[in-house]
C-alpha cells in the first residue's frame, strides 16, 4: 500500500478504495489508489512498471522519486498471486488497483499461542 501511496502523493488529493470479499477460507482485496495529478502521456503508459523509467527526466521535473516504486509494487503483487493495472487520463490523474486473494490464517485460541 505504501509504495502505491507514495505514488499518489505526488498529486493533488485523491481517494483510497478498498473492497473485500470474504469467504470462509479466503478473502479477495481489492484496493485502487486515485490521484488528481498529471497524468500519465499515453507515449508513457507502457513504460510505468519498468524500473527507474520516468516519464519527465529533465532536471526541473516537478515530483522526485526514482522510478522504481510501481515497479516493486507490481512485483509483490505478483509475489502474493494478485495483479496490478492502472488507468490514467493526461491531464486528470491516475487510477491504480490491485487485487489479490488471501487464504485466512487458522485461528488458535490464546491457549494455544502461549504453549511452548
Known amino acids: 500500500f505504501k509504495l502505491l501511496l507514495s505514488n499518489a502523493e505526488h ?3 485523491g481517494t483510497l478504495e478498498n473492497c473485500v470479499n470474504d469467504t470462509s477460507d479466503t478473502v479477495h482485496l481489492i484496493v485502487s489508489v486515485e490521484d488528481t495529478g498529471i497524468g500519465i502521456p499515453l507515449s508513457a503508459q507502457k513504460h510505468v512498471f519498468v524500473p527507474f523509467v520516468q ?9 522526485g522519486g526514482t522510478g522504481i ?21 493526461p491531464g486528470v490523474g491516475s487510477t491504480f488497483t490491485f ?18
Do not use: H, W
Not at 55 to 63: A, C, G, I, L
Open 69 to 89: 516504486g510501481l515497479s516493486i509494487s507490481r512485483c509483490l503483487v505478483e509475489l502474493m498471486g494478485g495483479q496490478i493495472d492502472f488507468v490514467s487520463r
Open 55 to 63: 516519464v519527465d527526466s529533465s532536471t526541473s521535473r516537478k515530483y
Open 11 to 13: 498529486s493533488q488529493p
Open 99 to 116: 487485487n489479490i486473494v488471501l487464504k485466512k490464517a487458522d485461528t488458535r485460541s490464546q491457549e494455544d499461542l502461549n504453549q511452548p
